[in-house]
């Protein structure tokens, strides 16, 4: 290891969205870098939709390490332009309510839709943008190394030693594992609790597939059972008891060239066990077969790759951080990908993470010490997800409990897109750090929305009751009466804009739902609340008649 050429500041295992975001942000700021990668981009990869909360943080790590290149994943307009038009549009997000043997009730669905003119969220192609963060990495002085699965990884008082194939090594002063659930640095030091810690229990396969039938096709709707916007351009759900199916479309999007869509199924074993006998693609469809209208959306698709099946999606880790190490975002933990958390998880942590270790590189520590608020995010992020996710499939049972947790997570989002774009524009207006860094210290670490505590209360309050009608204490219908009460009493959830409405189907951030929600802030809201609508209404009519986008 007298090789100076092989001696680095950080080690990054794992070239996927998590790892050559990170390596980007490290080489851009002179760290020196080394990425490794068992396999070779491009290559498969799930986790491909996005919303305004993954795509602001993104927006702020670019700003905040300055690295222009990761703004271009920030939009699905700057993925087609600086990576390739192989991305769909995410407009939205779409559910759908299905029961056993019976049609698709119109009156059960959902759907939340983007900020017109605002922002166009995103259904990533994972192989190109994956391929291209890597790639910026390299540009930027990191030392990259494909086809390199890592065998061992060892710790002294100086520094890591990365092992791989034919005994090659590296040494680094820290390393990060960003691998996801395979993790090799989890593996060697016995992080992973067995059994994982998490409520939620879901299992999933998932694959690509052309011909997919458009949605709007399937459910033609007219009048007032029309959505705000078409299903086929949001990221589709199929909801049924204890399970849910996902279409996200790359071909939704004119300038995309990709005819592909992703599709899953994520249930739970408990309820649908597994069988190893039956392929993953008959397990798809035998459940797919039960519901008639499900059954039609896939009806003629055929996969391009192979099925993937994995018997169960959670997993957790007894610690994140330690001396001179760290497991990032999914190589830490996982829960389920119902509400598109997956890449905004990533994000939050790397820019956290980030001025870290770049810190540390230059103060020479690596103790757990210095990343303990890493450990703090990141498990208040896994812990919370698994309660709104463990809620929601609880949910599924009745639509009207449902619509009181996606209406709550509707609104804790799109408060929390607004908190951190706040900062932002502050950070870009000053330049100070702490525009940012004053983000992170807050009682509800984990949420979308960390800093509010009457919503930190309701949401708990949700959680309860879901739980305790699972178990029989409670029957549903006073479980949805009362959440709908405390939503409707709250004041910080807007009235007029669909959030504090029970029979509310569509959520459209349109200019007269706006006026609306803006005459609630102006008499009875939340004073903080109002501050904050008002502000972002200013700087969304600032921003659109610059036709900037704010998220």
Known sequence: MEDASKIYDVAVLGAGIAGSTLATVLARNGARTLIVDGGSHPKFAVGESTVAHTLVFFRAIAARYDVPEINHIASVEAVTKHIAPTSGIKRGFGFMFHQEGRPQDPSEVSMFSASPGLHNW????????????FRTAIKYGATGRQNFPVSHIDFDDSGVTITGPRDEQYRARYVVDATGAPSPLARQLGMREDPCRFKHHSRSMWTHVLNVPRTDDLFPRKGADAPPKPWYSCTMHHLFERGWFWLIPFNNYEPSLNPQCSVGLTMDPRRYPLDPSVSPEEDFYRVASRYPDIARQFDGVRPVREWTRVPRLQYSSRQTVGDRWCLL????????PLFSRGISTTAECILALGWRLLDAIKDDDFSADRFEYMERLQQGLFNRNDDLVNSAFISFADHDLWTSLY???VWGQTMG???LAEGLDKYQSTGDPRALTDLEECPYLGHYWPDHEGYGKLFDVLVDR??????GNLPVRDAADEMFELISAADFMPKGFGVAERRQRYLDRTLAAGVRAFRWARSDADPEVARMMKQMWVQANKKRMRRQRLF
């Open 122 to 133: 995103v259904h990533m192609y994972r192989q190109d943008v994956d391929a291209y963060l």
């Open 329 to 336: 975002a999914h190589a830490a933990g996982f829960i389920d």
């Open 407 to 409: 209406q709550l997570w």
């Open 417 to 419: 897109a607004f908190r």
């Open 466 to 471: 879901c739980e305790q009608f699972e178990a």
